[in-house]
């Protein structure tokens, strides 16, 4: 091969990067949004933007934008229980210097956590975290300094505020400088 040719690659689609997630109605991610500004003040790190709190249900990462319907489809196909969540404390994880809101989570959010992951991967879809157990949690602060007061797995009581999911959806993420920015796809009710 001459010097001046470079060898050819084949063609990569377009990808977009998509997951599945809960998205709190406006009351629920202000408030969130507040618990967040004040844990970031409190402990350091940054605090998740109001516009980007989300709990997620399963992560897909790089989908060939060609399969994004057909991705929209299988989910359609997903049956599961509207349900409440109650979020009533913070938790810190220390090996990714993470702050997250959690609670005791309903039985109907595993049953689709559950369903949904076996749709996609019946389908050909590659979900990450297969083989990890679901750790549902609203993340609140990122980067939180290793110099901060919280140690490994300890969790800090708030007061509760209640969720209530009647849909999920597919969503879009667009890494840029000022963090990512979400473009939810399409809604998918729950019963």
């Not at 109605?25 to 844990?39: F, M, N, Q």
């Not at 940054?46 to 057909?70: N, Q, Y």
């Amino acid at each position: 091969m001459p010097a001046d040719r470079r060898p050819e690659t084949p063609h990569r689609p377009a990808t977009a990067r998509v997951f599945f997630a809960l998205w709190p109605p406006a009351e629920v991610a202000e408030r969130l949004a507040e618990i967040a500004g004040e844990a970031a003040a409190r402990f350091g790190g940054r605090a998740t933007r109001r516009d980007t709190i989300h709990l997620t249900l399963a992560f897909l990462g790089d989908v060939p934008e060609s399969r994004l319907a057909e991705l929209g489809d299988v989910a359609a196909g997903v049956t599961s229980a509207a349900f409440e969540m109650s979020l009533d404390r913070l938790g810190f994880w220390q090996h990714n210097h993470l702050l997250w809101a959690g609670g005791e989570m309903p039985a109907a959010l595993d049953a689709l956590h559950g369903a949904l992951r076996k749709a996609l991967t019946s389908n050909g879809f590659k979900v990450d975290g297969t083989g990890r157990s679901f750790a549902p949690h609203v993340t609140m602060v990122r980067k939180v300094p290793p110099a901060c007061q919280l140690e490994a797995g300890q969790e800090i009581p708030m007061p509760a505020l209640a969720w209530p999911c009647q849909r999920f959806f597919l969503v879009r993420s667009r890494l840029s400088s000022a963090g990512s920015e979400y473009l939810i796809l399409r809604a998918f009710a729950l019963d």
